[in-house]
């Protein structure tokens, strides 16, 4: 049974880092897969915040461009989000999604608050 378990949420100040991480069992082929964080916050829609290809290429929401970095360890079967300058209005749970034609994978998510 494939389980991706997120990690590293919290309250930080704005301004600050933090760094989420995805680690996903019961997966033999975790290289192959495309890899994404997501947030949602109440009363809007989950949105996508990075991705990387099982190639390696990354894409990044607008709203994180230059603050975010996406990174994956397929030894490990990991990604990573590290988030810096944080701002209130990324204050969201963040999803990991692992996924590929005909498979489509979440984890239970974490939330992350930034708040003075």
């Known amino acids: 049974q494939v389980q991706l378990v997120e990690s590293g949420g919290g309250l930080v100040q704005p301004g600050g880092s933090l760094r989420l991480s995805c680690a996903a069992s019961?997966?033999?082929?975790?290289?192959?897969?495309?890899m994404g964080w997501y947030r949602q916050s109440p009363g809007k829609q989950r949105e996508l915040v990075a991705a990387?290809?099982?190639?390696?290429?990354?894409t990044y929401a607008d709203s994180v461009k230059d603050r975010f970095i996406i990174s994956r360890d397929n030894a490990k079967n990991t990604v990573s989000l590290q988030m810096n300058s944080l701002k209130p209005e990324d204050t969201a749970v963040y999803y990991c999604?692992?996924?590929?034609?005909?498979?489509?994978?979440w984890g239970q998510g974490t939330q992350v608050t930034v708040s003075s």
């Open positions: 999604n692992m996924g590929r034609i005909g498979f489509d994978y």
């Open positions: 019961g997966i033999a082929l975790f290289r192959i897969f495309n």
């Open positions: 990387i290809s099982s190639a390696g290429g990354t």
